[in-house]
């Protein structure tokens, strides 16, 4: 979860390649920034196991058809919504955000705004998995209070375990 514009690489490309050797398949909202980042470092590694999913928004119109997102060339299993919502309304029941969260087996938060905020909300309020990536630029003070790392490093020994819990 992080950003839709901005790709944060420092942060979004090890642990893109850290979740493929997991064995894992990566769940995104689909769209830019860290999401894309994340994604393309995950689908480059050889041989692995898992694929990148995209949890894409929706626009339903007035005669019901809906016009869905165009996900990021990375993802390999677009998952279509009719959920238009983001950003700041990344928690009402209209944001595939719940989706995003509710389906992670762990939550990583990378930097982001309004919307990934939503994103690490939800994950307590769903009592799910969560650690956050989020470099030297720190965790915001009002945001929830989640593990934080600021190096790869840390994050690999908070989420590592979390991941072990899985398998």
Not at 106 to 114: N, Q
Not at 139 to 158: C, H, K, N, Q, Y
């Amino acid at each position: 979860m992080g950003s839709g514009v901005d790709r944060h690489d420092t942060l979004a490309a090890p642990v893109g390649r850290w979740l493929a050797g997991q064995g894992v398949h990566l769940l995104t909202g689909g769209g830019g920034g860290v999401m894309e980042a994340v994604s393309e470092a995950f689908a480059q590694v050889p041989e692995r196991r898992g694929l990148v999913l995209g949890v894409l928004k929706g626009f339903p119109s007035e005669d019901g058809r809906v016009t869905v997102a165009t996900p990021n060339r990375w993802v390999e299993m677009p998952i279509r919504t009719h959920l238009p919502l983001s950003g700041a309304q990344g928690s009402d029941p209209q944001s595939r955000n719940h989706i995003n969260v509710l389906t992670a087996d762990l939550v990583v938060v990378l930097p982001g705004g309004a919307g990934t905020r939503s994103e690490a909300e939800l994950a307590l309020r769903y009592a799910r998995p969560v650690v956050a990536l989020v470099g030297p630029d720190g965790w915001p003070a009002d945001w929830p209070a989640v593990p934080v790392a600021t190096t790869f490093d840390e994050f690999v020994r908070l989420a590592g375990p979390l991941l072990d819990r899985l398998t």
